[in-house]
């Protein structure tokens, strides 16, 4: 499901109780890189609160799940009659900039098995389980990769006994491996996650 398009006004914030939110940066040729990624810790259209009235990127629900949705003016309202509520806002976007700054850094320095290896262990991060109903094309296409070398480094993957994928599902199997597999991004946004997101029932 689209939530929102580059240059689309920002009416709505949307909260996933389960599932993925993808944040792309696309280009005119329609080409796209994952920047940014949402599970039940924070939600989509924080520009909205910026008092900007669109963005520039693409919002997209990235796999199947449910959630609520919320204008952006009640949000704005509860936020500044809620300290508490700010100061979760702040944290999740404290989390989105490491995020986001972490993912130019391993885009630009590390090889595609330790950022295919960060991105899947994210992605089970966020939707709290080992199994992911991915594709190998939306995987290469948020990794800003081709398909096929995405399809050669998740066998090898597989290979090693890290993951287990098949029919568009993969299932982490051996985390401890894996994560000694990832690039130091992944440990650095974990810390900050673990840090300042609330774990579920607190």
């Not at 990769?145 to 890290?162: D, F, I, K, N, P």
Request: net charge positive.
């Amino acid at each position: 499901m689209q939530l929102s398009e580059p240059d689309e006004a920002i009416a709505y914030l949307y909260f996933p109780e389960f599932g993925l939110i993808s944040t792309n940066a696309t280009t005119p040729a329609g080409e796209s890189i994952e920047v940014g990624m949402i599970g039940r810790e924070g939600f989509s259209g924080v520009a909205g609160l910026m008092g900007q009235p669109e963005m520039q990127h693409t919002v997209v629900m990235q796999t199947a799940g449910n959630g609520y949705r919320l204008r952006a003016s009640v949000m704005m309202e509860g936020l500044q009659q809620n300290p508490k509520l700010r100061t979760m806002v702040d944290n999740f976007l404290y989390v989105q900039m490491v995020t986001a700054t972490q993912s130019v850094l391993c885009a630009r320095l590390h090889g595609l098995q330790q950022r295919l290896a960060r991105w899947l262990l994210t992605a089970a991060d966020r939707v709290e389980s080992e199994q992911l109903n991915l594709t190998q094309e939306y995987m290469a296409r948020m990794l800003g990769s081709r398909r096929s070398t995405v399809t050669v480094t998740a066998q090898a993957l597989q290979e090693a006994g890290m993951i287990e994928y098949r029919r568009g599902r993969v299932n982490i199997v051996n985390r401890p491996k894996f994560e000694a597999t990832a690039c130091e991004c992944y440990r650095i946004v974990r810390a900050s996650y673990d840090r300042l997101v609330p774990k579920a029932g607190k």
